[in-house]
């Protein structure tokens, strides 16, 4: 299993970023798909996930509204759109997928990718 974060960078407050994170070595489309991010001095964190059917995303409440998954299983790649950027989203951002087939929810991930960093300047 391998799952490749990109699309980091820099960018100012209130501007937006996509994120991509390929994955191979298993069936990308049977499995949930999380992202979570790590920012500076604190424990990682969830931001949110998407069902193996790309159906009912859900997210943390701190970029609810803000920030968007997406997937694409025919190119085994999940996105995750992120709007309205403030200085508190700068952190390094990881892709994760279930530890478990078919799941819609879950908290449990097997597998993490190399994480991109996000830097949001105020």
């Known amino acids: 299993v391998q799952l490749q974060a990109s699309g980091g960078g820099l960018v100012q407050a209130e501007g937006s970023l996509r994120l991509s994170c390929a994955a191979s070595?298993?069936?990308?489309?049977?499995?949930?798909m999380g992202w979570f991010r790590q920012c500076p001095g604190k424990e990682r964190e969830f931001v949110g996930a998407i069902t193996w059917t790309g159906g009912d995303p859900y997210y943390a409440d701190s970029v609810k509204g803000r920030f968007t998954i997406s997937r694409d299983n025919a190119k085994n790649t999940v996105y995750l759109q992120m709007n309205s950027l403030k200085a508190e989203d700068t952190a390094v951002y990881y892709c994760?997928?279930?530890?478990?087939?078919?799941?819609?929810?879950?908290?449990?991930?097997?597998?993490w990718g190399q994480g991109t960093l996000v830097t949001v300047s105020s």
């Open positions: 070595g298993f069936t990308f489309s049977s499995y949930l």
């Open positions: 994760a997928r279930a530890s478990a087939r078919f799941s819609s929810w879950t908290t449990e991930y097997a597998y």
